[in-house]
């Protein structure tokens, strides 16, 4: 038999009900935040991650898709979404036109890790990017979009921030970060010789615990902030005491991509093991310009959406009621209850009974579909033009002219 491929997982009934509701909640929030739907696509050209990811990264120095396509195209499945966005943006010339753009997008993303609770291979975000627009106020909005949209799913999740320095910190921060690294070079482990070269910030973000114990005595970036990025760092602060938004400032969170700056933040639920980080983002300044655009603000975040399925699934959701059950009891109007069916489906999500069975069976179909109108056929209500109507929610019934049918379904 063939199965799904290994951190890949099928969609069905339930989950994908939930699914949708998550990111109906996700879009409804992303909307009032004035952003709109963006979609990219699923595959881009290698070079696109290697240098937006940044070849630090676990992302992509182990867990690309990557591969040749038949026109000899060193191509990848997209490992985030935030990397194509900015591809898109610069592709069509929007860097150049100037203007803020907000939007939001949702979707498959793969990266080749070892699978377990968690942590798939092909997993989904919802994520939201914003360009041109360099107020600390959007990072803010973003943190309090994330806040809301967690609020709606009833999920509690701590939030933690930090600030990676704008590029002048930076610059000065590595030098001295570099330094302390050189000077326990023997003690760190291989993987943080190799992010010391390339991007030594992601040395502090190592799970090795030798390499955290010797980080414990590292330059913090916090502490070496210019004076624009420690203002722009109080005024979060401030935004989000004002909104009641609880943190955690942690100056150890650089975040797994290299693309950031300044404003940097995760959420994290305690309700799903190790694999906690629900949410995460920041803001990434250089990253525009640094795939061949006009220098252009962005910030964002990505939400993992099966990380919020598996705290959601362990609750009861309550699963209202939809759409009508339309059925015969004898076969000889199958195919009236066919036609009036199909016609009422231009207004009306409708299940139609394909086979004449008895009543009480009919009804036991209807409640298992979740259905919330049960109408059905019988000899008598044909031969009157009538049909048989049930509310599954109250219980109420009647028979009712055919010709009431559709302002009796307006009403309900
Ligand atoms: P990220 O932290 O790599 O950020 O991913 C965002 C979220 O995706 C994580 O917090 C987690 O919930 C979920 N996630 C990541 N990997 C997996 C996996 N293997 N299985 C299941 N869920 C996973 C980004 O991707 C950035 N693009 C976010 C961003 C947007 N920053 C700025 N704009």
Same mark, same amino acid.
């Given at each position: 038999m063939?199965?799904?491929l290994?951190?890949?997982?099928?969609?069905?009934?339930?989950?994908?009900k939930?699914?949708?509701y998550?990111?109906?909640?996700c879009?409804?929030?992303?909307?009032?935040? $004035?952003?709109?739907?963006?979609?990219t696509p699923?595959?881009?050209?290698?070079?696109?991650?290697?240098?937006?990811?940044?070849?630090s990264?676990?992302?992509?120095?182990?867990?690309?898709y990557?591969f040749?396509?038949?026109?000899?195209?060193d191509?990848?499945?997209?490992?985030? $979404?935030t990397?194509?966005?900015?591809?898109?943006?610069?592709e069509?010339?929007?860097? #150049?036109?100037?203007?803020v /753009?907000r939007?939001? /997008?949702?979707?498959s993303?793969?990266?080749?890790?070892r699978?377990?609770?968690g942590?798939l #291979?092909?997993f989904?975000?919802f994520?939201?990017?914003?360009?041109?627009e360099?107020?600390? /106020?959007e990072d803010a909005s973003? *943190?309090?979009?994330i806040?809301?949209?967690?609020?709606? =799913?009833? &999920?509690?999740?701590t939030?933690?921030i930090?600030s =990676?320095?704008?590029?002048s910190s930076? !610059?000065s921060?590595?030098?001295?970060?570099?330094?302390?690294?050189?000077?326990?070079e023997?003690e760190?482990?291989?993987?943080c010789?190799r992010?010391k070269?390339?991007?030594?910030i992601?040395? =502090?973000?190592c799970k090795?615990e030798k390499?955290?114990e010797?980080?414990?005595n590292?330059? =913090?970036m916090?502490?070496?902030?210019?004076?624009?990025?420690?203002?722009?760092?109080d005024?979060?602060?401030? *935004?989000?005491?004002?909104n009641?938004?609880?943190y955690?400032v942690?100056?150890?969170l650089?975040?797994?991509?290299?693309?950031?700056?300044?404003?940097?933040?995760?959420? %994290?639920?305690?309700?799903?093991?190790?694999?906690?980080a629900? !949410?995460?983002?920041?803001?990434?300044d250089r990253?525009?310009?640094?795939l061949g $655009?006009?220098?252009s603000?962005?910030?964002?975040f990505?939400?993992?959406?099966e990380?919020?399925?598996e705290?959601?699934?362990s609750?009861? &959701?309550?699963?209202?009621?939809?759409?009508?059950y339309?059925? !015969?009891?004898?076969e000889?109007?199958?195919?009236?209850?066919?036609s009036? $069916?199909t016609k009422?489906?231009?207004k009306?999500?409708v299940? &139609?009974?394909?086979?004449?069975?008895?009543?009480?069976?009919?009804?036991q179909?209807?409640?298992?579909?979740?259905?919330k109108?049960?109408?059905?056929?019988?000899e008598?209500e044909? !031969?009157?033009?009538?049909?048989?109507?049930?509310?599954l929610?109250n219980k109420?019934?009647?028979? %009712?002219?055919?010709?009431e049918l559709?302002?009796?379904?307006d009403?309900?």
């Amino acid at each position: 038999m063939i199965t799904a491929l290994r951190g890949m997982k099928d969609m069905l009934q339930d989950r994908s009900k939930l699914y949708e509701y998550i990111v109906k909640t996700c879009e409804d929030v992303a909307k009032n935040y $004035g952003y709109t739907q963006i979609k990219t696509p699923h595959l881009e050209e290698t070079a696109l991650f290697k240098r937006s990811v940044g070849e630090s990264s676990d992302i992509v120095g182990k867990e690309m898709y990557q591969f040749t396509d038949k026109g000899n195209n060193d191509v990848c499945l997209r490992p985030e $979404g935030t990397a194509g966005v900015v591809r898109a943006y610069i592709e069509a010339k929007l860097d #150049r036109a100037g203007g803020v /753009y907000r939007w939001f /997008y949702h979707g498959s993303m793969f990266r080749y890790e070892r699978p377990q609770k968690g942590r798939l #291979r092909e997993f989904h975000q919802f994520g939201v990017e914003c360009f041109g627009e360099a107020s600390v /106020y959007e990072d803010a909005s973003i *943190i309090l979009m994330i806040s809301e949209i967690l609020k709606r =799913l009833d &999920i509690k999740a701590t939030l933690k921030i930090n600030s =990676l320095g704008d590029v002048s910190s930076m !610059a000065s921060y590595k030098e001295k970060l570099v330094k302390f690294l050189d000077a326990n070079e023997s003690e760190i482990c291989d993987d943080c010789l190799r992010r010391k070269e390339l991007n030594p910030i992601r040395t =502090l973000d190592c799970k090795n615990e030798k390499c955290q114990e010797i980080y414990q005595n590292a330059p =913090l970036m916090i502490e070496n902030l210019s004076k624009e990025a420690a203002d722009d760092f109080d005024k979060l602060k401030k *935004i989000l005491d004002e909104n009641n938004i609880g943190y955690e400032v942690d100056p150890k969170l650089v975040r797994g991509l290299d693309y950031y700056c300044k404003t940097a933040f995760e959420f %994290i639920s305690n309700e799903i093991g190790s694999q906690s980080a629900v !949410a995460g983002g920041g803001r990434y300044d250089r990253l525009v310009e640094y795939l061949g $655009g006009k220098a252009s603000y962005g910030v964002g975040f990505a939400m993992g959406i099966e990380r919020i399925m598996e705290i959601l699934s362990s609750r009861d &959701i309550k699963n209202e009621r939809n759409g009508v059950y339309i059925c !015969a009891l004898d076969e000889q109007n199958l195919d009236f209850v066919y036609s009036l $069916g199909t016609k009422m489906r231009d207004k009306f999500k409708v299940e &139609i009974s394909y086979e004449a069975k008895k009543l009480q069976k009919h009804l036991q179909i209807a409640d298992n579909k979740g259905a919330k109108i049960f109408l059905c056929i019988g000899e008598n209500e044909r !031969a009157n033009s009538q049909i048989w109507y049930k509310n599954l929610d109250n219980k109420t019934e009647k028979t %009712i002219n055919l010709n009431e049918l559709e302002k009796e379904l307006d009403n309900e």
